[in-house]
């Protein structure tokens, strides 16, 4: 059976990634698994343990990362973020394609373990939007967003690191460039080739 398509999302905090992503999963055309991460930090005003992500505490977090059930994970401004391993291998093997939405250490983690996939960076138009974007969406103190903010300078310098860059400018724009990008993947791990081989034979026909 084919495997999945594997597509990484990541980029500095503020930079809307979860934006993105959620309007990239409203596409009509996009069947994509979400895999949810699980986190330390406290959860924020109207998130959902098991939608949002799984919210544990750091003991709970560092027995998992003993029992090997860690895809990655990385400690981001004072907080344990990780991706559930058997997921990835479970809708993966079925066929399915997942998306992960994680920062920078993390996606490069993955890439090491599983290079097959597409690592995409969304980058901001420039720090200053990143800043912005921060403040506008009100959830972290001034403190926290100045923590990520120069987070994000170092994020930015491994850019170079993978397959893709997109700048989220528009939202619209950004998900269109995503959704080019999952074609191109399709093709690569031949997923679309029967397509193609279709449409040859109806050209032949006509
Ligand atoms: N390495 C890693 N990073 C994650 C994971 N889940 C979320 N993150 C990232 O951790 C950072 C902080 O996440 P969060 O506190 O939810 O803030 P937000 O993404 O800025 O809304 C973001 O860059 C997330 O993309 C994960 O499973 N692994
Ligand atoms: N293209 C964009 N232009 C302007 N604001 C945006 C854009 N994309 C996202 N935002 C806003 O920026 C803030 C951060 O977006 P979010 O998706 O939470 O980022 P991330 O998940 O990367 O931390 C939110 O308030 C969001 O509405």
Redesign the pocket.
């Known amino acids: 059976m084919k495997r999945g398509v594997l597509i990484v999302l990541s980029?500095?905090?503020?930079?809307?990634?979860?934006?993105?992503?959620?309007a990239l999963f409203e596409e009509p055309d996009i069947d994509f698994q979400y895999s949810i991460s699980m986190t330390t930090r406290q959860p924020r005003d109207g998130e959902v343990n098991g939608e949002d992500y799984f919210f544990v505490t750091r003991e709970a977090f560092e027995q998992k990362i003993a029992d090997g059930e860690m895809l990655e994970y990385a400690e981001y401004v004072g907080n344990y973020y990780g991706t559930p391993k058997s997921f990835i291998d479970d809708t993966l093997a079925s066929g399915r394609d997942v998306l992960l939405?994680i920062e920078v250490q993390g996606a490069l983690q993955v890439k090491e373990k599983m290079p097959e996939g597409a690592y995409i960076f969304?980058t901001p138009p420039d720090l200053r939007?990143l800043k912005?974007?921060?403040i506008?969406?009100?959830?972290e103190q001034l403190d926290v967003i100045d923590r990520r903010v120069h987070a994000a300078t170092k994020e930015i310098q491994m850019m170079a690191n993978y397959d893709y860059a997109v700048v989220?400018?528009?939202?619209s724009?950004?998900v269109q460039r995503i959704k080019d990008i999952i074609k191109v993947e399709r093709l690569r791990v031949n997923r679309v080739l029967p397509e193609y081989i279709a449409m040859i034979e109806e050209l032949e026909e006509s």
Request: aromatic share 0%; hydrophobic share 30%.
């Open positions: 980029g500095p905090s503020g930079v809307g990634k979860g934006t993105v992503r959620k939405e969304l939007a912005e974007r921060l506008m969406r009100g959830t989220n400018d528009e939202v724009l950004a």
